[in-house]
């Protein structure tokens, strides 16, 4: 395994595996890697000659009072998960090697952008596409891999790929989650034991919400979860919303299958997750 840290150097790697005809898999990470980046891995290491992994806490997708700072970094800790699953380079820019003093171009992906966690984390997509964008620039991927629980990046992302024709295979990886139902995440290292406790119900209440939908009108469903989610210690509801699986468009009654989808904070830790939810018995 090589650890690359120079963007030029990595898109010339790259460029001559793309040469000998060695299909590319990237897996785009910030770092802090669990099990769910794992799965991640796993599968780009099944699937592809090649696989990258990108760490990189990338600041322009943070707001000014956001946790750019406070993010993790178990750096060793990362490289030796990366190891240990087969990892071929893991690419690690510093700041200043992607974004120059000068850089000025930014990518939007309209609407999709300005819904559920869009108003609330202003600039942050504009900064998740611009990198990706960047990233997939750098390592001429065949294949990338995201995870679900992050689902409104996944359908920005499948957007931007297909309006800026690019040629690279988004694969989405289902949530990995903990025996107790917690989704993974990096941020979860924020939370106390008491916080951790309280985080369990949502996706406790997520699956309530995926029994109701089969059986309760739109509204309810959303009502019944809203004042669940109230309920939960020590929590403020950023957004509970219900949207259309394929590209987060508003539902109706005749919709077949949605998604559910909750941002949070537990004490000063914002979580999210979503659950599919689907009119099939
Ligand atoms: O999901 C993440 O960890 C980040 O948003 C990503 C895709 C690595 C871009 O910085």
Known sequence: MKVVKNVLHMQ??????????????LVPTMGALHKGHV??????VKNND?????????????GPNEDYIKYPKPVQKDLKICKENHVDYVFM????????????????VRDLQDILCGPIRPGHFVGVVTVILKLFNISQANRAYFGMKDFQQLKIVEKMVKDLNFSTEIVPCPIVREKDGLALSSRNSYLSADEKKNSLNIFKILNLAKQDFKKCK???VKSKAINRFKKIP??????????????????????????FTVAMWIGKTRLIDNIIM???K
């Open 12 to 25: 010339k790697i790259a460029l001559k595996h793309l040469k000998n005809k060695n299909e590319i898999g």
């Open 39 to 44: 799965s991640l891995i796993s599968k780009s």
């Open 50 to 62: 090649i696989s990258i992994v990108s760490i990189f806490v990338n600041p322009i997708q943070f």
């Open 93 to 108: 820019p510093s700041v200043n090697d992607m974004f120059s003093h000068n850089y000025k171009t930014f990518v939007k």
């Open 218 to 220: 739109l509204n309810l």
């Open 234 to 259: 020590n929590s403020k509801l950023d957004y509970a919303e219900i949207v259309k699986f394929d590209d987060l468009s508003k539902v109706d009654e005749k919709t077949k299958k949605a998604v």
């Open 278 to 280: 689907s009119k099939k």
